[in-house]
């Protein structure tokens, strides 16, 4: 059959002056619009319906609310740049759509620390306004600026434009070692912070000191104006060693996760932790009352077994761990041993630390899950984890199959959703590499990452995007490039207005899009400032 007769077997005569040709009804040989055209609904045959907007008929699609159908595919108008509010309602060049409106995602950049490579940022949290945040940093100091040279660490507050509102300095020892690992907002916005330190350190003119030469984890509670609530360490009986990852709140309860060695004393219980076990403690938002502790703890049976916690979540009804392991862990007696060089993890507890879920996300190759994050305040079950895997993984679908990433995605980052039971409810490959962090706001629906990525013939750059809640697919994303180094560290939203606070650090020239370009000779940290 030649194409004048395959082209005769598809056009039938249905009455005078009309004809069926590939679905739709032409008013031939006189219709102006030609084949496929249309400019009212009976120009269209069964199963198609006129798109007037483009005049063209178009097969009828079911599509599942909240898409509506525009053209041959299924939309969500309430964040599709070329359908946005409705179907072929087109943003300008440079607008995003957020909640089916068009505009512009506004954003500044400020530089907050002075150029020194002692300097180190690692965590930041908005108050529930967005009109400040909390940083947490360490900052090295000298004799010449009347703090100890062995270091201090400093609780900053920054207003949205970058200017300083307050800075809250706790002061270690000559001889100690200090770290404020990460930052945390209450509802109340009161600021909860928490690190470790050896010998010595101050918390508002209180002098707390370690009774060995091990190192202190210390929590502490924080009025927005400086003054302190509480502070609690937690010291080994002997000899130890604590690393504070991150710490979370809800309304009761603070949560801190890192690594630990030794026999730590927390409330009644006391730790009997080998060399590199991941922790969990859970104490009281009220009084810093220790409720219980958690231990991951790699098997000394299987050399080069390690585990590395990466994020913890909490919304009150639940605890959420991330990280990535290799060789055999055990966790609440049960062992666990990694198919790759190192896979991913995730951890589910109830609020009174009863462990429910575990979840490996493994293969041949590596798999990490870097962060893990939960709406704040929302009684809401699903967790999103963000990671990276070699090429394929078993991210724990309910059919078993394996999630793979294109190469040509470019990079193997994921984001991913589970259910209370840490069934997957969705995937998504990033188009990136390893992720810094991950927030959700207060509705679960817009997730948020900050990471690097590496344009081809330009450089890299610092990354901050937006995806669906519900599904994971892209809202936004806003690139600074580097002329230098630039490690993005954390990122955070404020619960009310929904205002996005990114730190990191940086060398050199990072450029923002329709923003400032922010310069430093040595290192320094920067805020990036976003209201999608």
Not at 407 to 421: L, R
Not at 495 to 505: L, M, P, Q, S
Request: charged residues 15%; contains cysteine.
């Amino acid at each position: 059959m030649n194409r004048q007769q395959r082209t005769a077997a598809r056009t039938l005569t249905i009455g005078t002056g009309l004809l069926l040709f590939g679905g739709c009804l032409l008013n031939f040989p006189s219709h102006a619009n030609g084949p496929y055209k249309c400019t009212q609904p009976a120009d269209c045959a069964d199963g198609f319906h006129c798109e007037v907007a483009i005049a063209q008929c178009v097969e009828t699609l079911s599509c599942a609310l909240p898409l509506v159908q525009c053209g041959g595919a299924c939309i969500d108008t309430t964040r599709t740049p070329t359908h946005c509010g409705g179907c072929y309602e087109a943003c300008l060049a440079g607008q995003y759509c957020v909640d089916s409106a068009c505009g512009p995602v506004t954003h500044g950049a400020f530089v907050y620390g002075t150029g020194n490579s002692g300097n180190e940022v690692y965590d930041v949290a908005a108050n529930s306004t967005g009109s400040s945040s909390y940083v947490a940093r360490v900052m090295d100091h000298d004799a010449s600026d009347g703090y100890d040279p062995g270091g201090s660490i400093d609780h900053l507050q920054l207003a949205a434009d970058g200017s300083t509102l307050a800075s809250f300095l706790f002061d270690a020892s000559s001889v100690g070692y200090s770290s404020l690992a990460s930052v945390a907002t209450l509802s109340n916005d009161d600021v909860i912070v928490a690190g470790a330190f050896s010998q010595q350190m101050v918390f508002d003119a209180d002098v707390y000191t370690s009774t060995n030469t091990g190192l202190v984890l210390f929590v502490a509670r924080y009025h927005p104006n400086g003054d302190a609530v509480w502070v609690k360490q937690f010291t080994a009986v002997t000899f130890g060693s604590v690393t504070v990852r991150q710490v979370a709140a809800d309304a009761a309860n603070v949560v801190v996760s890192g690594s630990i060695e030794g026999d730590y004393v927390f409330g009644g219980s006391t730790t009997d932790a080998s060399a590199g076990s991941g922790f969990l403690l859970s104490i009281l938002v009220s009084d810093g009352s220790a409720e219980w502790v958690r231990l991951i703890i790699p098997s000394a049976d299987m050399p080069g077994s390690f585990v590395a916690l990466t994020g913890v979540a909490t919304n009150g009804s639940a605890v959420s761990v991330s990280g990535q392991f290799q060789g055999t862990l055990t966790i609440e007696g049960t062992d666990y041993t990694s198919l790759g060089s190192y896979d991913g993890l995730v951890a589910r507890y109830a609020s009174d630390g009863t462990l429910q879920h575990v979840l490996v996300v493994g293969n041949t190759d590596f798999a990490s899950i870097d962060a893990v994050a939960v709406a704040p305040g929302s009684a809401s079950a699903t967790i999103y984890v963000a990671g990276s895997i070699g090429g394929s993984a078993d991210i724990g679908r309910s059919d078993g199959s394996p999630f793979v990433i294109d190469p040509s995605v470019g990079g193997g980052g994921f984001i991913a959703a589970y259910d209370d039971g840490l069934s997957n409810l969705w995937a998504r490959a990033g188009g990136f590499d390893s992720v810094a962090d991950l927030v959700v706001s207060a509705d679960g629906a817009r997730i948020y990452l900050t990471t690097t990525h590496y344009v081809v013939n330009v450089g890299p750059e610092i990354v901050v995007a937006s995806f669906g809640g519900t599904d994971g697919l892209p809202v936004w994303s806003l690139g600074a490039a580097c002329s230098g180094t630039c490690v993005p560290a954390a990122l955070d939203i404020s619960r009310n207005t929904g205002r996005i606070f990114a730190v990191g650090r940086f060398a050199g020239d990072i450029t923002f899009p329709d923003g400032p370009q922010l310069t430093a000779d040595a290192a320094a940290e920067y805020i990036w400032v976003i209201d999608p």
